[in-house]
């Protein structure tokens, strides 16, 4: 994006000399074997009923030939992110170089604006009570593995993906594999009309995948009544 | 069908609509009271509404702070060296403290009869208590990925549901006061009248909206979310509290208008949590 069309102060994607980290997500890679939110899980002791990373499909096509499109979510990591705007104490900031949306657990008060914030369901609170970390009662959420990204390391989901559905780099390194990839396929962002600038892009997903389903004019009853069961177990 | 969501919780729960209820009223007890130095009609809910305001004040403070997950944290709001002035929250919460000094030195000088230092602080107070309902509307507003929240006429929605609840707060203390509650009639009539009208066209644009304001709007219209909303909310608290109005008018009952302001207080209630939960639905399935 040139310099001339920038719109917000905040944003660091071609930005000169600062590093701006994006995920590239191969839809016509991923086998939905959710190793990738397992690795997650792994890594952070990610609570039971929240993830920072999860992976839902959609059954797409007409009998036989049905298939299901998976569509693996995180959180964007948006150059011009709500949650940032939205915090009154800047629990949430932006790392510049590299562009992670990070939360400090001792600042943040919970009053859940960033949760409302976000268009991505990206944040989840963390339970009032957890085993092995003091972490509690605060939003939580995906920080691209920060940790392991400034170690040189790939964040962990990209690390266990099988498929190499899942591609990390610096977007504003012309030379990185998401450079490549986003330069040379048809990509998609998630809700692009929010205007937050989201740098996780997906390709082979489409407009059916990636907006509202059809399916929410009429939940089917099951749904409900598992949600109500999750609500009951998790007591929220 | 052959869809896998994951279940998202809402972001905000019920009791951050009742502390909507509780604020909206304290303002408009405070507009009430600062107008009692405008018109003398109001005067005998001077000191009752000041009151009722900073009590409720006390009330809704609590349940704001209860309702954060480190309610002990509630301070780093109020610290200048965390604080984000692009939240609506960090500028509510400094409104909401500023508020209460207001109101104590406002009580303080009805207390000791000081007239003249009283006017100034019931305007002043009056100010800041504008601030509460347009800061919650603000609150809602700034979040342009929900439908039904993303418009800016929404703190105009919360500035005149303050006055029509606060005024019908105001009409059920002032009793058989005739002078007083032949102005307050004026007041609950023209703040309802405006609820409806703003509720209206928000509910027409949603409706014209893309494909999760469309949604937004069937899950505002129907099953409970519907009832609460359209039921209790526009018909039984704005509609009706309107046309009891107009007859009230009409024909001097008393009777009427006491029916009015509760039916105002139900509906300003129910418009509240629909207007707070119901666009928040929708999220849950993304």
Not at chain 1, 129 to 137: D, G, Q
Not at chain 2, 69 to 74: H, K, V
């Given at each position: 994006m040139s310099e001339e069309l920038?719109?917000?102060?905040i944003e660091t994607r071609g930005v000169a000399g600062k590093r701006r980290f994006a995920m590239v997500v191969d839809t016509r890679r991923c086998?939905?074997?959710m190793a990738c939110q397992v690795a997650c899980k792994a890594e952070y002791d990610t609570p039971l009923g929240v993830n920072r990373t999860w992976v839902p499909y959609k059954v797409v096509g007409k009998y036989p030939t049905v298939r299901r499109q998976f569509l693996p979510r995180l959180c964007?990591?948006?150059?011009?992110?709500p949650c940032v705007r939205n915090c009154p104490v800047e629990a949430t900031f932006k790392v510049?170089?590299?562009g992670f949306i990070l939360q400090r657990y001792e600042r943040?008060?919970?009053?859940?604006s960033c949760m409302a914030a976000c268009p991505y369901n990206a944040r989840f609170m963390l339970p009032s009570?957890?085993?092995?970390?003091?972490?509690?009662?605060v939003v939580d959420k995906c920080t691209f593995c920060f940790h392991r990204v400034t170690q040189n390391l790939v964040p962990a989901c990209v690390q266990t993906c099988i498929g190499r559905s899942r591609v990390f780099g610096?977007?504003?390194?012309?030379?990185?594999e998401v450079s490549y990839l986003v330069a040379t396929n048809p990509t998609q962002v998630l809700r692009?009309?929010?205007?937050?600038?989201?740098?996780v892009f997906y390709i082979g997903a489409d407009r059916n995948a990636t907006e509202?389903?059809?399916d929410a004019y009429h939940p089917p009853e099951v749904m409900e009544q598992e949600r109500s069961a999750f609500k009951r177990n998790f007591k929220i | 069908m052959g869809e896998y969501v994951w279940f998202h919780d809402v972001s905000w729960h019920a009791s951050y609509a009742i502390y909507f209820f509780v604020i909206g009223i304290l303002a408009g007890l405070s507009f009430m009271s600062y107008g009692s130095w405008i018109t003398p009609?109001?005067?005998?809910l001077r000191e009752k509404a000041a009151y009722g305001s900073l009590a409720l004040m006390a009330v809704g403070g609590l349940l704001l702070i209860a309702d954060l997950?480190?309610?002990?944290?509630?301070l780093n709001v109020l610290n200048p060296a965390y604080?984000?002035?692009?939240?609506p929250l960090a500028w509510g919460s400094l409104n909401i403290a500023a508020f209460g000094v207001a109101s104590v030195l406002y009580i303080m000088a009805l207390r000791k009869g000081d007239e003249v230092r009283g006017k100034q602080l019931a305007f002043v107070t009056a100010l800041l208590a504008l601030g509460l309902p347009i800061y919650t509307g603000y609150d809602l507003s700034v979040?342009?990925?929900?439908p039904m929240w993303n418009t800016p006429i929404m703190p105009v929605l919360f500035v005149a549901l303050a006055t029509a609840s606060g005024s019908a707060v105001g009409s059920l203390m002032a009793g058989a006061n005739e002078a007083t509650q032949r102005v307050l009639r004026e007041y609950m009539l023209w703040s309802t009248g405006a609820v409806g009208v703003i509720l209206v066209s928000i509910l027409g644009t949603t409706n014209y909206g893309g494909a999760a304001s469309e949604l937004t709007f069937v899950i505002m219209t129907t099953g409970t979310m519907g009832l609460i909303?359209?039921?209790?909310?526009?018909?039984?608290?704005?509609a009706a509290p309107v046309a009891l109005l107009l007859v009230a008018h009409w024909r001097e009952q008393q009777s009427g208008l006491m029916l009015a302001s509760v039916l105002i207080l139900v509906g300003s209630a129910a418009l509240r949590y629909a207007l707070l939960m119901g666009p928040q639905q929708l999220q849950t399935l993304y």
């Open positions: 920038r719109l917000s102060p086998i939905g074997c964007n990591h948006c150059d011009d992110a510049e170089d590299g943040c008060i919970g009053c859940r009570h957890r085993t092995y970390t003091p972490i509690t009662n610096d977007i504003n390194d012309p030379n990185s692009p009309e929010e205007g937050t600038k989201p740098h509202f389903g059809r | 009609a109001l005067r005998p997950s480190q309610p002990l944290r509630f604080l984000s002035f692009t939240s979040h342009q990925s929900r909303f359209i039921g209790f909310g526009l018909l039984a608290g704005t």
